[in-house]
């Protein structure tokens, strides 16, 4: 099969097309035959050698955890899929590898595509999606209440718009003069201009989902009425390791973690890491989501997948609206 193959850790082009065996099934696997799968911030991170001493995979491996096509085997304790279903999914840091024609992917982490959704929308979901709903879940009741997402317009704020709207929460999302009009469009009821505005300028919040980390995350644990939280995606881990190396940085990261903890307890208010949990079952309940049209997928480019190399230069530049799609021939 063809597959984008990390060999070294480093730019864009280290990642190369290559022709490999398909993977192996395990017992409760499902190979599927792709036709998308999605670019996250993590792959480019991942690429570059930052996470290695959290999430540890071999090289050369298949980067890619995101991504949609149709069950062409099952192993032999699968039960509740069979050869023929169009699937979306997204697995664990354990075992990836969506930029390929061929994945092995556990039953646990897999749903049904909607139908109303192609490859390409279905592929655009899982893991911000999962993300979303993860941080979301971190307030267990979310009616009326005011939640700040910093960045709007990503692959997680642009879902993390609508999963809160649905929830009855009152969303303020940051945005650009250049992407205010998709965030408005997603239903954010108040846009923040993160180049001009000032979170003093509004309300305290009772939720903010930190997508930046610091020095930016600083400024949240002052807007955050008590007895409110921050959901922080983000780990420090890749920018701490950058400046200090692999064991300093990653260790200095999961320090500042704990630091921003107790921080956030002194002020009466809870600080949570979000890592987004592989799961099917939420995953099933996104597609219902979807399906209905209460969840609407934002693509901004779709490379193909001898084109990756651009494509994670792009996503890398910051700049994409929704998500980056490779798309699998
Ligand atoms: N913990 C987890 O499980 C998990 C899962 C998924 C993602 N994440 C993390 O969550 C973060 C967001 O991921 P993503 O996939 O949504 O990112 P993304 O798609 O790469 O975000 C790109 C968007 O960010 C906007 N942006 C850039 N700088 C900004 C700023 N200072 N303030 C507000 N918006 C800004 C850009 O708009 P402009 O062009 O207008 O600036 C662009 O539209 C990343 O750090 C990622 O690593 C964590």
Known sequence: MQAVLLTRYGAPSTLSLQTIARPELRPNDLLVRLRAAALNPID????????????????????????AGDVVAVGKKVRDFQVGDAVFFSPDHKRFGSYAQYIAVDQRFVARKPENLDYRQAASLPLCALTAHDALAVTADLRGKRVLLNVGSGGVGTLAIQLAKQRGANVTASCSTRTRSLVERLGADTLFD???DTLDNHPPFDLAIDMLGHPARRALFKRINRGGAIASLVSGVPEAVERTGLYRGTLSAI??????????????????????????RTLAKIAELAAREQLKPVIDRVFPLAEVAEAHAYLQSGRAQGKVLLEIP
């Open 255 to 280: 320090a500042g973690l704990v630091a921003d903890w107790w921080r956030a307890r002194r002020r009466g208010i809870r600080f949570h890491n979000v890592v987004r949990k592989a799961d099917g």
């Open 194 to 196: 993160y180049r001009t």
């Open 44 to 67: 480019l991170k991942l690429r570059q050698g930052y996470l290695r001493l959290l999430i540890r995979n071999r090289l050369p491996h298949v980067l890619g955890l995101d991504g």
